[in-house]
């Protein structure tokens, strides 16, 4: 699955459903996101650059980040 930043996080949820705990135990903020009620609902709506920005990441960034964690995922 090629990922970009108007990928949407229910597309990434759905194919790796590992994906957002990963992220959160390397974000404290994604993980202060994922926290907030409602947050699942929420992301089924956003984009990789809708989390950037509320995250306060770079969407580049967070991209490459999100390409390595599936890519090593389970090695």
């Not at 759905?14 to 135990?25: I, T």
């Not at 926290?35 to 650059?49: D, F």
């Amino acid at each position: 699955m090629k990922i970009a930043e108007n990928t949407r996080v229910a597309e990434l949820m759905e194919k790796y459903p590992w994906l957002m705990d990963e992220v959160a135990a390397r974000s404290s903020r994604a993980r202060r996101l994922l926290a907030l009620p409602g947050a699942k609902l929420l992301l089924k709506r956003a984009t990789v650059a809708d989390v950037a920005r509320k995250t306060g990441a770079d969407a580049g960034e967070l991209l490459r980040e999100l390409a390595e964690m599936i890519e090593t995922h389970g090695k």
